[in-house]
């Protein structure tokens, strides 16, 4: 875990938002092609985390159920929200 912060950290991003997700998951995979497209077009960065490769992650942050997506802004959690296709609009806009 201190490792995950020291890696966001260095990046010294004001705003970010951490995906939370998994592999067999078809919500967080249409949610995960849905971002693509937005980074493209707005400048956001988004990191996403699968959960079943880091468990230890996604204990840290609570994280109940997938989708989830938390907005960080100076490394502090601002938002979190389990998410699907039609509320991510709504999130980015917070």
């Known amino acids: ?54 468990p230890n992650i996604a204990i840290k942050f609570k994280i109940n159920k997938i989708p989830t997506l938390i907005k960080f802004n100076n490394s502090f959690i601002i938002y979190k929200k389990e998410i699907n296709l039609k509320k991510i609009i709504f999130f980015l806009k917070k």
């Not at 260095?10 to 980074?39: A, H, M, Q």
Request: charged share 30%; with cysteine.
């Open 1 to 54: 875990m201190i490792k995950f912060h020291n890696n966001i950290f260095k990046l010294k991003l004001k705003t970010y938002y951490i995906v939370f997700s998994s592999k067999w998951c078809k919500p967080c995979y249409f949610l995960k092609k849905k971002i693509k497209k937005i980074e493209q077009k707005i400048n956001l960065i988004f990191i996403n985390i699968d959960i079943d490769l880091f």
